[in-house]
């Protein structure tokens, strides 16, 4: 078990090295987002509560700003499958799930860096912020991320190094998983069948907690279920991941 | 074939029985490797030497845990490759044909970070890290991204990578393609002074025949699979002998000459057109009787040639092709002629 630990320990410290040296990397990871928080976000109108539409729309963009980053993150393990760098590092002592597990959770670390980006962004503007909210918001996001960071990984071992096999599949997947979870627009009142999707996508639960959480409320239900969402998204790319890992070669 | 017996040494550094490697692709089955007899022992320097496909990077790939067997066994430092997986890769450095450092990363990053991954503390792994550095000459390049060196540079690093936990035995997958003649000489005086000084058995795989003929103890030649040849270089070249090749003005005479050289003990001969060639033991030592007894016969030849065999002679001798061939595209020189030869005509 220790062998494990200091087996991811080392796959997520080697992780990070690049994120601490090219930080601005974090920065243009997030440049999609930022033009939707900045482009979308002024055609919203107020709520209906009188509160500004950035409360509705900036816990939306957060979760957005993890799902890109995080499946994104795949093309870095793609990248040293063609390089070789992955291929020595199946034939080192390092254990197959220490190899997925510290590369999946590395993805909290650029996850938050860009939350507090965008947080400390939108707070000059009529954005009420609620730290304690955002923290466990965060808490949320992290889980979220190492589950989409893994599945992403996952992808990257499927697609065995060929780029358009792993961007097609991302790309394809990314915005139905956004739209559905009701990033941008709210699902009250869509048709019958775009509910349903979206009831079954786990990040729309993970969008709701985010909202109520950003909000500065804690309605158990919502929460719990948000965590729930993650959770089972954690579960599946961890288990979907260590199992592509174990049969890379 | 002839095989090598290593008495002095008590276990062997590698063992095989029957390995075998089959690929199945759109329910075709080939036969990448196929029941492979092999041992090699502690401390040898063994080139695994064979045309693209021919098995060479699927033996290496079996034996260093990469990949499964399909039937048969193998065992590297004392453990087998399946059953004990984990201990092998412990004992093995692997220098694999890409570049074990990543892209992203600076290269001293990569060394200690391999350190902590063979289990050394963080204080050993960098202080390996700087004594590698200094070994390699990679002392100017080492804090820099590994994308920004020189193919050389990263091969150096790659060879240092594989290197930290000083491993019992050392595989390196066609170490020197991609790297210019000056870097491939840098990288084969590098690897026959790793062997040297540190004694570890080193297996490496290539196709080039300079490289197997340079460095290696042992040359292991690969075709189909298969393995054709298991001798040092120069015996594998001696028993071949060399080659005279006479020139006559017109085949008539090429013809006759022929005739009188199938008297030679123990030589084959061959006509083509107006040059006719011996394949014989000690060839460059007869060479000056059998131009006098041709003289005397009344042949005597208008050019004379001998060669000392080559690997790739060897390879000819035993699969009818040459390994020349075999993968190595013209060059672009003698494309141009063809092509200002076609416009001219």
Same mark, same amino acid.
């Given at each position: 078990m220790s062998t494990f630990v200091n087996d991811t320990v080392n796959v997520m410290t080697r992780e990070l090295k690049p994120v601490w040296r090219e930080p601005m990397a974090v920065v243009f990871a997030m440049i999609q987002p930022l033009v939707f928080l900045g482009l979308f976000a002024p055609l919203l109108p107020d709520m209906a509560t009188g509160g500004s539409a950035l409360q509705w729309f900036v816990p939306g963009i957060v979760a957005m700003t993890a799902l890109m980053g995080a499946s994104f993150t795949g093309s870095s393990l793609m990248e040293e499958m063609q390089s070789g760098s992955h291929e020595r590092q199946l034939v080192s002592p390092i254990g197959r799930p220490a190899l997925l597990v510290g590369r999946a959770l590395k993805e909290v670390v650029p996850m938050l860096m860009q939350v507090a980006i965008i947080v400390a962004v939108v707070t000059p503007f009529s954005f009420d912020l609620h730290l304690d909210g955002v923290l466990v918001a965060a808490l949320l996001l992290s889980l979220f991320s190492v589950g989409v960071g893994a599945l992403s990984f996952a992808l990257a071992l499927a697609s065995k190094g060929q780029d358009w096999m792993f961007w097609t599949v991302?790309?394809? $997947? &990314? +915005? /139905?998983? $956004? &739209? *559905? @979870?009701? #990033?941008? &627009?709210?699902?009250?009142? @869509? /048709?019958?069948w775009l509910e349903v999707v979206s009831a079954l996508n786990p990040m729309t639960y993970v969008v709701d907690a985010t909202r109520v959480l950003f909000a500065g *409320?804690?309605?158990?239900? #919502? #929460? @719990?279920?948000? +965590?729930?969402?993650a959770a089972v998204v954690a579960a599946l790319g961890l288990v979907v991941g260590v199992r592509a890992m174990r049969r890379s070669s | 074939m002839t095989h090598h017996t290593h008495s002095d040494h008590s276990s062997p550094a590698i063992v095989t029985r029957g390995l075998t490697r089959h690929f199945t692709s759109r329910k075709q089955t080939v036969e990448a490797v196929q029941g492979l007899d092999l041992e090699i022992g502690q401390g040898e320097l063994v080139a695994f030497l064979g045309p693209n496909g021919a098995g060479k990077s699927t033996t290496l790939r079996m034996l260093t845990t990469l990949i499964p067997p399909t039937s048969g066994t193998a065992s590297v430092a004392g453990h087998d490759v399946v059953t004990g997986q984990k201990d092998v890769r412990r004992a093995i450095g692997f220098v694999g044909q890409g570049n074990g450092a990543g892209h992203r990363q600076l290269g001293r990053d990569e060394l200690i970070s391999q350190g902590r991954a063979y289990g050394l503390s963080h204080a050993e792994s960098r202080e390996r890290a700087a004594q590698l550095i200094e070994d390699l000459d990679l002392t100017a390049v080492a804090d820099r991204k590994v994308s920004s060196l020189s193919g050389g540079q990263r091969r150096r690093l790659d060879i240092a990578m594989g290197l930290v936990h000083v491993p019992r035995v050392l595989f390196l997958d066609e170490p020197s393609t991609g790297l210019d003649p000056q870097n491939r000489a840098n990288l084969q005086e590098l690897v026959r002074r790793l062997h040297a000084d540190s004694g570890s058995t080193v297996v490496l795989t290539t196709h080039y025949l300079e490289e197997a003929d340079a460095l290696a103890d042992r040359v292991i030649v690969v075709d189909h699979g298969r393995m054709i040849a298991d001798d040092s270089a120069a015996r594998l070249k001696s028993g071949l002998g060399d080659l005279v090749r006479l020139g006559y003005d017109d085949p008539s005479s090429a013809a006759r000459a022929a005739a009188r050289l199938g008297r030679v003990p123990e030589s084959r001969v061959d006509v083509d057109g107006d040059a006719v060639s011996l394949r014989v033991k000690d060839g460059s030592r007869m060479v000056g009787e059998l131009l006098a007894d041709l003289t005397a016969d009344g042949v005597p030849p208008t050019r004379v040639e001998v060669a000392r065999p080559t690997l790739d002679d060897v390879f000819l001798d035993l699969t009818g092709r040459s390994l020349r061939e075999t993968q190595q595209a013209p060059s672009p020189d003698t494309d141009s002629t063809e092509i200002n030869n076609e416009v001219a005509a």
């Amino acid at each position: 078990m220790s062998t494990f630990v200091n087996d991811t320990v080392n796959v997520m410290t080697r992780e990070l090295k690049p994120v601490w040296r090219e930080p601005m990397a974090v920065v243009f990871a997030m440049i999609q987002p930022l033009v939707f928080l900045g482009l979308f976000a002024p055609l919203l109108p107020d709520m209906a509560t009188g509160g500004s539409a950035l409360q509705w729309f900036v816990p939306g963009i957060v979760a957005m700003t993890a799902l890109m980053g995080a499946s994104f993150t795949g093309s870095s393990l793609m990248e040293e499958m063609q390089s070789g760098s992955h291929e020595r590092q199946l034939v080192s002592p390092i254990g197959r799930p220490a190899l997925l597990v510290g590369r999946a959770l590395k993805e909290v670390v650029p996850m938050l860096m860009q939350v507090a980006i965008i947080v400390a962004v939108v707070t000059p503007f009529s954005f009420d912020l609620h730290l304690d909210g955002v923290l466990v918001a965060a808490l949320l996001l992290s889980l979220f991320s190492v589950g989409v960071g893994a599945l992403s990984f996952a992808l990257a071992l499927a697609s065995k190094g060929q780029d358009w096999m792993f961007w097609t599949v991302q790309q394809t $997947l &990314l +915005f /139905p998983t $956004l &739209l *559905t @979870a009701g #990033v941008l &627009l709210p699902i009250d009142g @869509a /048709p019958r069948w775009l509910e349903v999707v979206s009831a079954l996508n786990p990040m729309t639960y993970v969008v709701d907690a985010t909202r109520v959480l950003f909000a500065g *409320t804690y309605p158990s239900d #919502v #929460v @719990a279920q948000g +965590f729930a969402g993650a959770a089972v998204v954690a579960a599946l790319g961890l288990v979907v991941g260590v199992r592509a890992m174990r049969r890379s070669s | 074939m002839t095989h090598h017996t290593h008495s002095d040494h008590s276990s062997p550094a590698i063992v095989t029985r029957g390995l075998t490697r089959h690929f199945t692709s759109r329910k075709q089955t080939v036969e990448a490797v196929q029941g492979l007899d092999l041992e090699i022992g502690q401390g040898e320097l063994v080139a695994f030497l064979g045309p693209n496909g021919a098995g060479k990077s699927t033996t290496l790939r079996m034996l260093t845990t990469l990949i499964p067997p399909t039937s048969g066994t193998a065992s590297v430092a004392g453990h087998d490759v399946v059953t004990g997986q984990k201990d092998v890769r412990r004992a093995i450095g692997f220098v694999g044909q890409g570049n074990g450092a990543g892209h992203r990363q600076l290269g001293r990053d990569e060394l200690i970070s391999q350190g902590r991954a063979y289990g050394l503390s963080h204080a050993e792994s960098r202080e390996r890290a700087a004594q590698l550095i200094e070994d390699l000459d990679l002392t100017a390049v080492a804090d820099r991204k590994v994308s920004s060196l020189s193919g050389g540079q990263r091969r150096r690093l790659d060879i240092a990578m594989g290197l930290v936990h000083v491993p019992r035995v050392l595989f390196l997958d066609e170490p020197s393609t991609g790297l210019d003649p000056q870097n491939r000489a840098n990288l084969q005086e590098l690897v026959r002074r790793l062997h040297a000084d540190s004694g570890s058995t080193v297996v490496l795989t290539t196709h080039y025949l300079e490289e197997a003929d340079a460095l290696a103890d042992r040359v292991i030649v690969v075709d189909h699979g298969r393995m054709i040849a298991d001798d040092s270089a120069a015996r594998l070249k001696s028993g071949l002998g060399d080659l005279v090749r006479l020139g006559y003005d017109d085949p008539s005479s090429a013809a006759r000459a022929a005739a009188r050289l199938g008297r030679v003990p123990e030589s084959r001969v061959d006509v083509d057109g107006d040059a006719v060639s011996l394949r014989v033991k000690d060839g460059s030592r007869m060479v000056g009787e059998l131009l006098a007894d041709l003289t005397a016969d009344g042949v005597p030849p208008t050019r004379v040639e001998v060669a000392r065999p080559t690997l790739d002679d060897v390879f000819l001798d035993l699969t009818g092709r040459s390994l020349r061939e075999t993968q190595q595209a013209p060059s672009p020189d003698t494309d141009s002629t063809e092509i200002n030869n076609e416009v001219a005509a």
